[in-house]
């Protein structure tokens, strides 16, 4: 049995938290803002009642891909999450402004996400020195597939060299989850390669047809994976 953490993303109702909850998803991640700026991004009064509604041992997790810190202040003060993920372009926001939003939410755990670029040799790679300008302002890293031409990290259910995740987690002492086109066909793989903190799902376990107006997470997707990785 693996020992790591199961994040759930793209959680828009209390039932798909609930769900993927009880099938032994640690985090559940939820999109939101007062500025709509992705598609499926609840308001905050959803993710508040979501994140009220679940269950008192789920991790919450809040995604924004603002780079103003006031902005991002404000959609906190609504509804305060357990980890603030930042997943637009990382540089985006400065280390000192990272380090302004820890300062204004003591306890808040800071979720960075990197940028890995599929097709692109390891040593081409750019995230090495963004890591080491960012660590001391990130709890936990999430590893995710980014697209050329694209400003946010990842939702692209593309999947990366997984020799770049392992080399990532080697070089740093945070916590490392890793994302990026994973579902239940590889994520016992990925896992067995890169022996990380945690795996991560948005695009591979919802609905092929969602339904708008509803939950979009597949069960039986989201079955499959959470399963595969704890038996990995």
């Known amino acids: 049995m693996a020992n790591v953490i199961i994040q759930i993303y793209g959680i828009r109702t209390i039932e798909d938290a609930r769900m993927v909850i009880d099938m032994g998803a640690h985090h559940i991640g939820v999109s939101y803002g007062k500025i709509k700026r992705t598609p499926g991004q609840l308001t905050c009064e959803q993710a508040k009642e979501i994140f009220e509604g679940v269950q008192p041992h789920a991790i919450k997790v809040g995604l924004t891909v603002a780079y103003d810190i006031d902005e991002i202040s404000g959609n906190l003060e609504f509804v305060l999450p357990d980890i603030l993920h930042l997943s637009g372009d990382i540089e985006g926001i400065s280390p000192e402004n990272v380090q302004v939003l820890r300062d204004r939410f003591p306890g808040l755990k800071i979720m960075q996400a990197l940028p890995v670029y599929p097709g692109v040799p390891l040593e081409e790679q750019k995230v090495f020195d963004l890591v080491k300008r960012y660590e ?8 995710d597939t980014k697209i050329e031409g694209s400003t946010d990290i990842g939702a692209t259910g593309v999947t990366h060299d997984l020799e770049v995740d392992k080399a990532i987690i080697k070089s740093t002492s945070k916590p490392c989850i890793i994302a990026g086109g994973l579902d ?49």
């Open 136 to 143: 001391e302002t990130t709890d936990f890293w999430l590893i």
């Open 184 to 232: 239940a066909s590889n994520v016992a793989h990925a896992i067995r390669v890169t022996n990380p903190y945690g795996v991560d799902s948005f695009s591979l376990t919802n609905f092929d047809h969602p339904q708008p107006g509803r939950g979009i997470k597949d069960p039986v997707k989201c079955k499959a994976f959470i399963e595969a990785a704890l038996n990995a």
